[in-house]
Nanobody
Framework: QVQLVESGGGLVQAGGSLRLSCAAS????????MAWFRQAPGKEREFVAA????????SYADSVKGRFTISRDNVKNTQYLQMNSLKPEDTAVYYC????????????????WGQGTQVTVSS
């Protein structure tokens, strides 16, 4: 059974940084594309970033491009999201997601999800 556990969320001032982690188990991690989504209150879950199974390709939402960096460690079975220059509009619950091999950007394309970690950016 695939388990994804996020950590690293918290409260930060605008302009600050946070690094999210997602520890994966129950899967051959190196065979999975990984992604981050977020969901703010009253809004739909939206794509943030994704990374391919061999880390050769990454994709970002326009709203985070240049500020966020996705990475993965296939030895530690963990993916990361480094978030810099945070803005109040980045406030949301951030979710880790996994799917076999290829990158995708729609929530419906991911079969495995974590429980989420709250990120709050104060102005």
């Amino acid at each position: 059974q695939v388990q994804l556990v996020e950590s690293g969320g918290g409260l930060v001032q605008a302009g600050g940084s946070l690094r999210l982690s997602c520890a994966a188990s129950g899967l051959t991690f190196s065979n999975y594309a990984m992604a981050w989504f977020r969901q703010a209150p009253g809004k739909e879950r939206e794509f943030v970033a994704a990374i391919s199974w061999i880390s050769s390709r990454a994709s970002y939402a326009d709203s985070v491009k240049g500020r966020f960096t996705i990475s993965r460690d296939n030895v530690k079975n963990t993916q990361y999201l480094q978030m810099n220059s945070l803005k109040p509009e980045d406030t949301a619950v951030y979710y880790c997601a996994a799917r076999p091999f290829n990158i995708a950007t729609l929530p419906r394309d991911f079969g495995s999800w974590g429980q989420g970690t709250q990120v709050t950016v104060s102005s």
